[in-house]
């Protein structure tokens, strides 16, 4: 009781608590007693006859089996090849090296592919289904139509330093397999974008310029409240227009078609409280 203190649990302390049939926290307390218990008094019995450490490692083999889950293993893994990855080097590294450097090996490449993650977000071209009257991942839906004359995309991620870059390059990887003498706009759906940054308000301008010097008009719609407050308040908003605001991609769609703006207001609304 002195000059001590718990730091951690144990793993297979707690798989013999649930396989005796423990449901609470206070079962340590009846835990702790017993043990008390056993040092005051059978203390001498275990010294003069001690127990084989294979027979404790038995004990504890067969608590701790059950906490590997193998199926549930499998479904990681046809879930996610990236966090099933993780989990393989964290195992391994933990039974080479030991816990404490296996679980900070896994928590670097946890972070790692966090990064990763947010650097290359999953964005898509969209074409319209025709019969739904929706704008989809044209590699998901064969059927969806692309016009030649317009591209339209989607970001679903926050829009930030990190990925800046890798926005750029993809919308410019697509606009090139597109025919430079029939392509007259580019449409952002920015419907999954919560926050953008200074850095990339920066590569937005970047690309609306770029574009407009050559001859593309360059639209933005399903703008969440914060990030219109965010254009509004910089230097983009001089390149992009309330008239290049749409509340939805069909409404910039027919704005290309036929020159009308729908529901403008709702698409550059701005929080007039916002300072």
């Known amino acids: 009781f002195c000059r001590a203190f718990p730091v951690s649990a144990s793993f297979s302390r ?17 835990s702790s007693l017993l043990l008390l218990l056993t040092l005051l008094f059978l203390a001498p019995l275990f010294d003069r006859y001690p127990l084989p450490k294979a027979l404790l490692s038995a004990i504890i083999v067969m608590s701790v089996y059950k906490l590997v889950q193998v199926g549930q293993l499998r479904r990681l893994y046809a879930e996610s090849r990236r966090e099933s990855t993780v989990l393989l080097i964290t195992f391994c ?32 071209e969209l074409g319209l289904l025709a019969n739904d009257g929706l704008y989809r991942n044209i590699d998901r839906f064969d059927e969806a139509i692309i016009r030649e004359e317009v591209l339209i995309f989607r970001f679903d991620a926050t829009l930030y330093f990190s990925n800046a870059d890798f926005f750029k390059r993809q919308l410019y990887r697509w606009i090139a397999r597109r025919d430079p ?30 574009l407009q010097s050559r001859g593309l008009a360059f639209y933005i719609t399903n703008v969440k409240g ?10 983009l908003a001089d390149c992009l227009p309330p008239s290049h605001q749409f509340a939805t991609v069909e409404d910039a769609v027919a704005y290309l078609d036929e020159g009308v703006q729908r529901r403008g207001r ?4 701005r929080n007039p409280l916002r300072w």
């Open 14 to 30: 707690s798989a013999v608590f649930r396989e005796s049939g423990a449901r609470s926290p206070l079962s340590a307390v009846f």
């Open 93 to 124: 590294l933990t039974l080479a090296l030991g816990v404490q450097q296996g679980l900070i090996i896994g928590v670097l490449a946890s972070v790692l592919v966090v990064i990763y993650n947010s650097s290359r977000p999953h964005m898509a």
């Open 181 to 210: 003498a029939r392509l007259r706009a580019v449409v952002f759906n920015a419907e999954s974008v919560s926050s953008v940054d200074s850095t990339a308000i920066l590569m937005l301008i970047q690309v609306v310029k770029g």
């Open 226 to 235: 914060p990030v219109r407050d965010r254009i509004s308040a910089s230097a």
């Open 266 to 269: 709702v698409a550059s609304q």
